[in-house]
């Protein structure tokens, strides 16, 4: 069973908006952080943002700083991506990770994976 769930890309144009929505199944994330990574075709995965437990504190990558926002809502098992006026460069397979080891910012921390969700942005 997948234990995470990412909802939520499309085809938006640049300088629009889209939300990702990641749901915890088979299994509570409310104690642990999670994180959003992301990967385009040919290029290795790379950190979006994180978030940790209680939602207090919040980790970004530089390129989308001032323009990502992630939250969560432990009582619905979800952690979500605002994502703000996007550009091209943020075209990628987006996923979502939990329960990270000794750093959010390190993907190979992360226990648990999704499947990935889809974000492309049209010029």
């Known amino acids: 069973q997948v234990p995470l769930v990412e909802t939520g890309g499309g085809l938006v144009q640049a300088g629009g908006s889209l939300t990702l929505s990641c749901v915890a199944s088979g299994r509570a994330f409310s104690s642990v952080a999670m994180g959003w990574f992301r990967q385009a075709p040919g290029k290795d995965r790379e950190f979006v943002a994180a978030?940790?437990?209680?939602?207090?504190?919040?980790f970004y990558a530089d390129s989308v700083k001032g323009r990502f926002a992630i939250s969560r809502d432990n009582a619905k098992n979800t952690v979500y991506l605002q994502m703000n006026s996007l550009k091209a460069e943020d075209t990628a397979l987006y996923f979502c990770?939990?329960?990270?080891?000794?750093?959010?910012?390190?993907?190979?921390?992360?226990?648990?994976w999704g499947q990935g969700t889809q974000v492309t942005v049209s010029t």
């Open positions: 990770a939990a329960e990270p080891g000794l750093t959010v910012y390190n993907g190979g921390s992360y226990k648990y």
């Open positions: 978030i940790n437990w209680s939602g207090a504190n919040s």
